[in-house]
């Protein structure tokens, strides 16, 4: 837990690893997730790397294995998850699994092109037959007693050049939003010598191809001609249709459905059994692709970091170069002598020194991860850096209850946080994919303190759904005062407001043991005096909270050897905000201590001394609260703005002589004496086990370590430093008086739905009955416009204005947050 308060240490490892055996370390160290490797071929392209082939070779699988996925996912069945943890597999391995991916995707294949094949075969007969068995087709012939048919003319011809021409049909299908516009165009083509009747099928048939059921529409045309026949065949192909030979007569059609009856019962059987052996195969994908995809991901990730390797000048071994926590170190060279054993040739880890700023590792648990998030999300913190984040597990709730202070409020948030810590190992849990859900089950730890420090607010409110509580005996006796006062029936008649004066002995009994005094939910002066004390309550936390800030920048300052930065910065900085905004809070504990009830009509007013105090005079009607106070306040304008100089020059002159006294000619030593004093710098360089060092060296290189110091640029940075400090305590101070604006507006919202809702069904005067008949409906509303209103969006609200605080007012004291995670090479995501 220590190193949650700066993380930890990072040195720079340099491996080298055995050529035969570099594979297995670098997979035995994804399983653990030690190490962040670094790219020493970034000059080098993708296609010109020594692994190129094996990445390669493992993308063609996963295209293999997407199309498997695809095809399963088709047949509407589920990849089951893996059982247990799956190691990267050996190269070996490779060709194995390609092998057996292929044949299965080539069985897949196929079997599913023979099935869309029978399929549409049978999609052909079944709209064949449909077509046969419409009843728009030439009808039976009918004879009558008589011996005429249906058939016969009733006018014998008489002969002609039209008395040989014959009548043909073309029957077929066509889509239903395609034969209005084929109907249209046919009549217009053929200028009406043909007769068209199309009818819709009874029932729909199912696609062979997306397999949706689909209603057609059939056809038959009759008409006379040759040419009329080929333009009839030619529209119809581009409408797509299905078309069919029609016989004439009715036993010969009968005969012909037969046919496709006996072909559709064939061709459905021999479909049964395809898609029963299609049922096979993707039985055995679905057993072997989970492991595959994990196995391949691992492998490809492999030799992804391989390929960031650089190979030694014997080409017997590989360079990698790493970071990892010091802590690891022992673990790291125990896993790589493991892996290499059996090569014969052990892999070797040593620390080198490194002038780039290490990443930042802070390990987290599922308490502090939801704090350190809140952190990060501003920025994460530079290497060694204070840590804001044990410090927000307490300021971040206690500010938002500050904001949200109701008993009733946070006992349901505290209440709805512990269901979630309670039940956050259950799977169905852990595996809902609602966003929304997800944002708060991460969340659950800091929703259960928020919660939990909300009802305490509450209780220092006094406030429980906006109504007091009356948990000790009030401070207050209006007994006492209608005793002593003579409060008469008359003078209650004539005053419907009645004053309580707590210097009539007996009145006042003392303050109440425990937050506010209930009786002040009864005054008409409850708002002002609510005022008064959340916004003084308001200043004294923003300035104890900035000062603590400027206080942690003592831990920096000190860690990184900057011992200068202590007098030239933390001191200058600390007694401006102090010696003004910190005697503001002084005045105001001193006045709630000093100011009693029997002076309380002429205590002074602080905002009144506080102006006067920047303005150096003094007001002849506002009292003074102290002997000597002019004094003390002239002193601390001129000591706050005798540090402004300070803060402006003290750092970039500390920095310009440095570099001159560093830069001052001296006589050239001998080479031994060079290259002793260089090994003495590099060991003595900075303050980390790695060579890195001051807030100064971040980023630099050696072509940078004799760069030319540049007085304009340090001091324009200071100056900027400067403004924004002395500006930010007068601005960052008005801040904090969200705190008063926020925990004020949630209070009189509150009030407001109590006596908009609850209090108009309370007080209904009906039969009691009837009155809780109507209740219920009431605290419904109640209930629901509580959870919506005031905790779901002045929650929000009251979150946003306490990150905020944190992030603008906390944070920028002694918080940079330049630096950049640790990202260890793991494969947790590939077993996801």
Known sequence: MGAMFRGEEVVLAQLFLPTAAAYTCVSQLGELGLVEFRDLNASVSAFQRRFVVDVRRCEELEKTFMYLQEEVRRAGLVLPAPEGRLPAPPPRDLLRIQEDSERLAQELREVRGNQQTLRAQLHQLQLHAAVLSQAHGPPVEATYPDGLSERMPLLQSSGGPHQSLKVNFVAGAVEPHKAPALERLLWRACRGFLIASFQEMEQPLEDPVTGEPVTWMTFLISYCGQQIGQKIRKITDCFHCHVFPFEEQETARHGVWQQLQQQKQEIQEVLGETEQFLNQVLSRVQRLLPPWQIQIRKMKAVYLVLNQCSMSATHKCLIAEAWCPTRDLATLQRVLQDSSSEVGVNAVVHCIPCRDMPPTLIRTNRFTASFQGIVDAYGVGRYLEVNPAPYTIITFPF????????????????????????????????????????????????????????VYTGFIYNECFSRATTIFPSGWSVATMANQSGWSDAFLAQHPMLTLDPNVTGVFLGPYPFGIDPIWSLAVNHLSFLNSFKMKMSVVLGVTHMAFGVVLGVFNHVHFRQHYRLLLEFLPQLIFLLGLFGYLVFMITYKWLHVT??????????????????????????????????????????????????????????????HRRHHLPRPHPGPQQDEERAELLDSQDGGSVNGWGSVEEVGSSKDEEHAEFVFSEVFMHQAIHTIEFCLGCISNTASYLRLWALSLAHAQLSEVLWAMVMRVGLGMDREPSVKAAVLVPVFAGFAVLTVAILLVMEGLSAFLHALRLHWVEFQNKFYSGTGYKLNPFTFTVEDE
């Not at 190992?425 to 809902?432: E, Q």
């Not at 506080?610 to 609260?625: A, E, G, Y």
């Open 399 to 454: 500010l938002f209850a500050v904001m949200f202070g109701d008993v009733g409020h946070g006992l349901l948030m505290f209440l709805f946080a512990l269901a979630m810590v309670l039940s956050e190992d259950r799977p169905s849990v852990k595996a809902s994919q609602n966003e929304i859900w997800r944002t708060f089950f991460g969340g659950r730890y800091l929703l259960l303190l928020m919660g939990l420090f909300s």
């Open 597 to 658: 009830a029997a002076n309380a009509a002429s205590a002074p007013s602080i905002l009144i001394h506080f102006i006067n105090m920047f303005l150096f005079s003094k007001s002849p009607t506002n009292r003074m609260l102290y002997q000597g106070q002019e004094v003390v306040q002239y002193i601390l304008v001129v000591l706050a703005l005798a540090m402004v100089p300070i803060l402006l020059l003290g750092t970039p002159l500390y920095l310009h002589w440095q």
